[in-house]
């Protein structure tokens, strides 16, 4: 006597199209979400900025960059700069599985500033918060390129330099930097292009948007002796 096997009725097919459905819908409902979000955040920081930009420069040209980036490039900026560009960058909200690995690891809503100053520095220095999302990646390159650190202090950040003169120079960057009222992961002075880098938190109500440029261009100031 032949056993023949009993065929089970076929439904895996169905159930697994239901899952991946399902699946779908949370990943489209995710995006749209997160996207509304960013272009929300977006809008109001861009706001916020509004009353403060003109400490840094006369005219601004906007772009956003997708809806996790928003760049504005001042196109007449003032002294000490040369030129200035600031990124809004946005956690990877529309996303789901990038915001899922970046956000633990120390990723957030930053502003980054970036220019060159009339006058060029004349060292080099890294400030760098390495529980950061930005200061952890920086100081991979600085450590692979041989910089020498100055390990922190209680409640202080590691200082990288190149030369011993650098960590006066960083002190006072620092100092100067608390002023601004929100956290800084990176503060970098350059010699070469771009001479002054800033990752600044974004600020919370409260923070007035003249007061924290003005702190940025005393910055550019301070870079350039």
């Known amino acids: ?3 023949r096997p009993v065929r089970r009725p076929a439904v895996r097919g169905p159930f697994v199209t239901a899952i991946l ?3 779908a819908i949370v990943v489209v409902a995710w995006f749209a979400a997160g996207s509304i979000y960013n272009v929300r955040r977006g809008r109001q920081v861009l706001r916020w900025m509004q009353g403060g930009l003109p400490a840094l420069g006369a005219r601004t040209t906007v772009r956003w960059l997708g809806t996790t980036a928003v760049q504005m490039v001042l196109r007449e900026p003032r002294a ?3 030129e200035v560009t600031l990124i809004v960058f946005l956690e990877p909200r529309d996303v789901p599985w990038m915001w899922a690995l970046s956000h633990p690891r120390g990723r957030r809503d930053i502003l980054i500033v970036r220019a060159l ?16 999302w930005s200061g952890r990646e920086v100081r991979h390159r600085l ?3 041989q910089w020498s650190v100055r390990e922190p202090a209680p409640g202080a950040p590691p200082v990288y330099y190149q030369a011993a003169p650098a960590l006066a120079r960083a002190d006072e960057l620092v100092a100067l930097a608390a002023r601004i009222g929100v956290a800084v ?4 002075v350059r010699r070469g292009a771009p001479h002054l ?5 974004l600020p919370g109500p409260g923070v007035p948007a003249d007061a924290f440029f003005r702190t940025v261009r005393e910055l550019g100031e301070r870079a350039s002796h």
């Open 1 to 3: 006597m032949t056993l």
């Open 21 to 23: 459905t399902g699946l």
């Open 80 to 82: 000490p700069f040369q």
């Open 117 to 132: 100053l009339q006058d060029p520095p004349r060292m080099d220095l890294e400030v760098l918060d390495p529980r950061s």
């Open 143 to 145: 450590a692979a390129a």
């Open 185 to 188: 992961p990176r503060l970098s």
């Open 197 to 201: 880098q800033l990752h600044l938190a």
